[in-house]
């Protein structure tokens, strides 16, 4: 047995006798993170929820772990239920979500938070935000009176700010020391309808698990009708990450993973040597940026698609103005028509016609032009430079 072998042994076995020792003395901790995952029996998973959403829907409900762009692109289907609970979303699904309540299914979507061209087209402009320790939730239909439900627990605290005059309000949020406030809204989109509820709390372990609770998911979830639903659960889109994510969350294997990397670092550490490799010649990269643009360039006029190289070149402009300039963007309105002219130095009628133009590149229903393009990349250009 040679002398680094030795040292490598002793070495390991400290290592085992640590980790022992971190074993034995490890207290529980209870993961109160809100991370909605299906998977997931922490308190603020949705781990009870998935195992009954079956019988809460008859059997009727599909499971879809594709984006909904990718789904409704393949398929076509009747009208039925959608459901989204707290995931991620692009753009382009969105668009597709709203396509097929507008011909006839119903999208449930139970989330704090959504894009502000998806909630400006249902009916209802931001949220406000309460900080108690604890509300109720409630329901606005008599027939539910009784079906409520208490959140003593990091409740978010969302409703909504403003409402559209067509828009049903469903459930509200009830607080000691606040005015109620509307948390579960019905929204006529087309030939189907559109229901929020801001709060996904409701549909957690911590909350499912006590006495009573199963009587408000269950009646929350009887506006849909009885036909086939689809949940859009959230994709695990980082395949690459999925095995190391899996490691990392078994006690056991984790530790198996940082000893092999411990050991790996101390096998370079004692066999690493200076070593004098032939210097090979590397041709300098060709700055391929004009080329890889004016491609890029060419292939959106060949599809004509004017409306998303607006929406970009909005977006670019909106991004410089924040970082340059230091002017919140979140609302296009006359006070930040105002800080914009006085910090560039143009005149209000440029601003005014620039600020129109991005809400027409913001507006996935515009309809826009090959001239409309050209303006607002001249506009936007000239107020920048």
């Known amino acids: 047995m040679n002398k680094t072998f030795k040292i490598y042994a002793v070495i390991f076995i400290i290592i085992m006798v640590i980790l022992a020792l971190f074993e034995v003395n490890k207290k529980e901790v209870t993961d109160w993170r809100k991370n909605f995952d299906v998977n997931q029996k922490s308190p603020f998973g949705l781990f009870v929820f998935n195992k009954e959403v079956k019988d809460l829907f008859k059997n009727k409900l599909s499971k879809i772990d594709v984006a909904p762009y990718d789904y409704y692109t393949e398929k076509s289907r009747k009208p039925h239920n959608i459901l989204v609970i707290e995931s991620e979303i692009d753009p382009e699904s969105w668009k597709k979500i709203l396509n097929e309540v507008s011909k006839g299914s119903d999208a449930m979507i139970i989330a704090t938070r959504l894009p502000k061209n998806v909630s400006d087209s249902i009916g209802f402009y931001g949220s406000k935000i309460s900080y108690e320790d604890q509300n109720v939730l409630k329901l606005t239909d008599k027939k539910y009176q009784n079906d409520f439900i208490k959140l ?39 030939k189907g309808n559109v229901y929020v509820h801001c709060e996904p709390l409701f549909l957690t372990n911590y909350y499912l698990l006590k006495s009573g609770n199963v009587r408000y ?34 006690p056991p294997l984790k530790y198996a993973w940082w000893v092999f990397l411990g050991g790996m670092v101390l096998f370079i550490f004692f066999n690493i040597k200076r070593k004098q490799r032939i210097v090979p010649i590397i041709e300098p990269l060709k700055n391929t940026s004009a080329d ?64 129109d133009l991005i809400k027409r590149a913001q507006d996935p229903y515009a309809s826009v032009m090959k001239e409309d393009l050209a303006r607002i990349n001249k506009l936007l250009d000239d107020i920048l430079k």
Do not use: C
């Open 292 to 355: 890889f643009v004016k491609s890029i360039g060419n292939l959106y006029l060949q599809e004509g698609d004017f409306h998303d190289m607006m929406a970009k070149k909005a977006q670019y402009f909106l991004n410089k103005v924040r970082i340059d300039l230091l002017i919140d963007t979140q609302n296009l309105d006359d006070e930040f028509a105002k800080k914009l002219q006085l910090k560039t130095g143009k005149p209000a009628e440029m601003i005014t016609e620039a600020i």
């Open 217 to 250: 998911a269950q009646s929350v979830f009887s506006y849909l009708e009885d036909k086939e639903t689809l949940w859009f659960v959230e994709s695990n889109t980082r395949e690459s990450s999925f095995l190391l994510r899996f490691i990392l969350s078994n």
């Open 152 to 190: 003593d627990k990091f409740p978010s605290g969302r409703g909504f700010s403003y409402i559209k005059p067509n828009v049903q309000v469903l459930g509200k949020t009830v607080e000691e020391n606040n005015e109620d406030q509307a948390n579960f809204i019905k929204a006529p989109f087309g």
